[in-house]
């Protein structure tokens, strides 16, 4: 069965830094286009972090230089390094894989979440 | 503010047909780019509805479907049922280099 599970969310003071992780099961992390999607509480979905098969990266603007996605291909399992945290950083963070032809690609399957809540 | 336009919020009756617009731009939808969306249930995490602008996966009831048109994409829902409420999101590709999505639109069964 193909699987996501995500860990490592918490609360964490603004200015400080957590990573997260994503352990998949049923397919190879390597071979595929990764991305992490996060969710800030009753808000929408934002995309925020790819790592392609051949080993590019790419952020959205309002984690640049301040994230780092990254993966261990030994234990199958991608990161999201998070540093100089912000309050508006505050969500629930998806790891998911991307499918299909780039870049029309579209993400499944989806992990559960891990909560970041970032506050004082 | 989101790159992808959807309304906030749709109803309808158990048994009717709704329908969800995502509005993009020439750099997104209208460049060609394909649309996909996804259904959150409550508490839940998203899951991949329609693919490709008009796919379904397996196991999605053929009660979904998609289409796009121009700088625009819709999700029809036919047959309403109960647990069709939720959070519905389009997703496309921008120019830009990002994956975006709409701002997500709460479907309500009345």
């Known amino acids: 069965e193909v699987q996501l599970v995500e860990s490592g969310g918490g609360l964490i003071q603004p200015g400080g830094s957590l990573r997260l992780s994503c352990a998949a099961s049923?397919?190879?992390?390597?071979?595929?286009?990764m991305s992490w999607v996060r969710q800030a509480p009753g808000k929408g979905l934002e995309w925020v972090s790819v790592i392609y098969s051949g080993g590019s990266t790419y952020y959205a603007d309002s984690v640049k230089g301040r994230f780092t996605i990254s993966r261990d291909n030994s234990k199958n399992t991608l990161y999201l390094q998070m540093n100089s945290l912000r309050a508006e950083d505050t969500a629930v963070y998806y790891c998911?894989?991307?499918?299909?032809?780039?870049?029309?690609?579209?993400?499944?399957?989806w992990g559960q979440g891990t909560l970041v809540t970032v506050s004082s | 503010q989101s790159v992808l336009t959807q309304p906030p919020s749709v109803s309808g009756a158990p048994g009717q047909r709704v329908t969800i617009s995502c509005t993009g731009s020439?750099?997104?939808?209208?460049?060609?780019?394909?649309v996909h969306w996804y259904q959150q249930l409550p508490g839940t995490a998203p899951k991949l509805l329609i693919y490709g602008n008009s796919n379904r996966p397996s196991g999605v009831p053929d009660r979904f479907s998609g289409s796009k048109s121009g700088t625009s994409a819709s999700l029809a829902i036919t047959g309403l049922q109960a647990e069709d409420e939720a959070d519905y999101y389009c997703?496309?590709?921008?120019?830009?280099?990002?994956?975006?999505f709409g701002g997500g639109t709460k479907l309500t069964v009345l």
């Open positions: 998911a894989r991307d499918q299909g032809q780039q870049p029309n690609s579209w993400f499944d399957p």
């Open positions: 020439s750099s997104n939808i209208g460049a060609g780019y394909d």
């Open positions: 997703q496309s590709y921008d120019s830009s280099l990002r994956r975006v």
């Open positions: 049923g397919f190879t992390v390597s071979s595929n286009y």
